[in-house]
């Protein structure tokens, strides 16, 4: 566990540094966001589209890639430390989807909440 918080605290202090926000972790990984800050309503993804506004907002997603992307490049050429444990070693792995994406909250009982991140 001392090693696998340490690696994570670097890859996670990367990660910030270019924008991105930690969302979740599952185990070994982690899901990160790099929220461009637009937000659509449902009902609006039907009307016709506003060429000035679907311009922001691919900028905006293009601007947000850059980052995701950077961040991976950094990611991949640091020595995170520790790489080997025992006979386990330690691999990054950098998975990067574009899209609309939704946050759906499920739970409440008892507090407990889980966070479901779709794209």
């Given amino acids: 566990v001392k090693h696998l918080n340490a690696y994570?605290?670097?890859i996670i202090e990367i990660i910030e540094q270019h924008g991105?926000?930690?969302i979740k972790f599952a185990g070994d990984?982690?899901?990160?966001?790099?929220d461009?800050?637009?937000?659509?309503q449902p009902e609006d993804i039907s009307k016709e589209k506003n060429p000035e506004q679907e311009q922001m907002i691919n900028k905006a997603i293009k601007t947000q890639l850059f980052?995701?992307?950077?961040?991976a490049e950094k990611?991949?050429?640091?020595?995170?430390?520790?790489r080997r444990v025992g006979d386990v070693t330690l691999d990054?792995?950098?998975g990067i989807?574009?899209?609309q994406a939704r946050f759906i909250f499920v739970g409440g009982v008892y507090n407990r909440w889980e966070v479901f991140f779709v794209l």
């Fill in 20 to 22: 991105g926000d930690i």
């Fill in 29 to 34: 990984a982690m899901l990160c966001s790099f």
């Fill in 67 to 71: 980052n995701a992307l950077k961040c």
């Fill in 8 to 10: 994570f605290r670097k």
């Fill in 75 to 82: 990611l991949h050429k640091i020595e995170l430390g520790v």
């Fill in 97 to 99: 989807g574009a899209g």
């Fill in 36 to 40: 461009t800050g637009i937000r659509v």
């Fill in 92 to 94: 990054l792995h950098v």
